[in-house]
């Protein structure tokens, strides 16, 4: 059978022409031949399938990088694949339909606050922050309580990133005795300007401490809702049902390339500029934190860190070693084994809270 043009190819594929060249310039779906002197693509027939297929995951929602792991792997791997991105998907639907009825409730008046959601729950919780075996100082900072975990891993020359860090989950500490708070997520954002503030009168202070500035995941408990905010590179997972969800996501120059597609997620971690951040909590911007709503149930477990952990540990092997642990405390000192095992290249903090019914 003769190759197909672009256009014939599209239609037969449900795929438009433009993502079928946005497909081909990340070797996703190649066309079978290229005029050399127009640059029209052809496609042979043989590639419907495989184009069929990527179609599909796209209607699922699937990012182009899971999508080219599913079309590359053989069926019983890709069908794994494709299982566990659903299971994921309804994971996370899941906690934003219990939002969703608590907000329809809030919103028409049958719930009188935002806090207003019963606490039945608590936490059990672990801090740890290691140097590493490289690093001559830590600048990381992490605090669990039981009502705030937040990390912070600082950035800043003359010695000022363990300053900025400090700084960071000092502001959300504050909220453990901030009395009942109507709005997690506001209560959040507030903090977050107020550590802005001091960042930026310390800099003001003490010119030498150039690019003073750090990331910060942290996580307020309200009732059965976790609200949570996040700048930075630093992460937040949880770990419900045998699965690990990963809560934030990196702002970080190779991260927006994951997302547009045009590198892995395997190529990110090796990437040179991996660790270029876009966004940060720092002394010469107004922060834009992520702030996000997320619902609770008795025996999940989160786990705050920073990228000495999540960059020197795979997802796979910090997994692993929660479903071992038998308690945060346990799991804390294992994480910071595991990274020090691993090289320990950089400073390390993590925080383990585990939801209990109360």
Known sequence: MSLLTIGAFARASRLSPKALRLYDELGLLPPAEVDPASGYRFYDPAQLDRARLVAWLRRLGMPLTRIRLVCDADEATAAREVRAFWDQVLAETAARQDLAAFLVDFLSGKATAMSGTQMNYGLRFAARSDRGLVRSRDEDCAYAG?????????????????????????????????????????????????????????????????????????????????????????????????????????????????????????????????????????????????????????????????????????????????????????????????????????????????????
């Open 146 to 358: 039981p009502r705030v975990l937040a990390v912070a891993d600082g950035l800043g020359g003359k010695g000022g990133g363990d300053r900025a860090s400090a700084i960071a989950v000092r502001a959300v500490r504050s909220l453990e005795d901030a009395g009942s708070i109507d709005d997690p997520l506001a209560a959040l954002g507030q903090a977050v300007r107020s550590a802005a503030g001091e960042l930026r009168a310390l800099s003001e202070a003490e010119p030498l401490l150039e690019g003073l500035g750090t990331t910060l995941t942290a996580l307020l408990w309200s009732g059965s809702q976790v609200a949570l905010a996040h700048l930075g590179d630093s992460r937040a997972y949880l770990l419900r049902d045998e699965g690990m969800f990963q809560l934030t996501v990196d702002h970080t120059y190779v991260q927006s390339l994951v997302r547009e597609g045009q590198v892995s997620a395997e190529e990110a971690q090796t990437h040179p500029q991996r660790h270029l951040l876009v966004r940060a909590l720092d002394a010469s911007t107004d922060p834009e934190p992520d702030l996000s709503l997320h619902a609770a149930q008795a025996g999940d477990r989160y786990l705050l860190c920073t990228d000495g952990l999540s960059c020197v540990v795979p997802a796979a092997r910090i997994q692993a070693a929660a479903g071992e642990a038998a308690g945060p405390d346990q799991l804390a000192d294992a994480l910071i084994g595991l990274a020090n095992a691993a090289g320990g290249p950089d400073n390390v903090a993590c925080v383990i809270a585990d939801v209990v019914a109360v």
